[in-house]
């Protein structure tokens, strides 16, 4: 399959699945990417894609931060939750993918 096609699903559901995974359980950035790739398989996600993508839903208010810093390291975890706007957001999301992967398995398949 041509590979921008590939990039594209991609990039139309990690919002949705990145602001599903903080709702279930506040992550840092390394945490995210593994747990993403861990339950996501096929998304196989690197955190240049993921930082990127949590600094935008941030700046949108649908995800916010705090600092921690763990007695045995030098350097303080920065760890992302969402917000209530971000369950809204996501739900709503949701609600319009699932319509678009029906329509397309519709079209995909001949159902009239």
């Known amino acids: 399959m ?3 096609i590939i990039k594209q699903f991609k990039k ?15 992550m ?7 747990e993403l790739n861990r339950r996501g398989e096929s998304l196989n996600i690197k955190e240049g894609t993921l930082y990127p993508i ?6 949108e208010g649908l995800v916010e931060t705090r600092w921690e ?10 760890y992302y939750k969402v917000t209530e706007k971000g369950i809204e957001a996501m739900t709503e ?3 319009q993918w699932k ?5 397309i398995t519709n079209i995909m398949e001949g159902t009239p």
């Not at 559901?13 to 903080?22: A, C, H, P, R, S």
């Not at 840092?28 to 593994?34: A, M, N, P, R």
């Not at 949590?54 to 700046?59: A, G, I, T």
């Not at 319509?99 to 329509?103: F, G, L, T, Y």
Request: aromatic residues 8%.
């Open 12 to 26: 139309g559901v990690l919002d949705i699945v990145i602001l599903k995974l903080l709702s279930q359980q506040e």
């Open 93 to 95: 999301a949701y609600s």
């Open 28 to 34: 840092y950035g390394y945490e995210l990417v593994s």
């Open 54 to 59: 949590l600094y935008r839903l941030e700046d």
């Open 2 to 4: 041509n590979e921008n």
């Open 69 to 78: 810093q763990a007695a045995s390291r030098s350097k303080p975890k920065k």
């Open 99 to 103: 319509a678009i992967a029906r329509d």
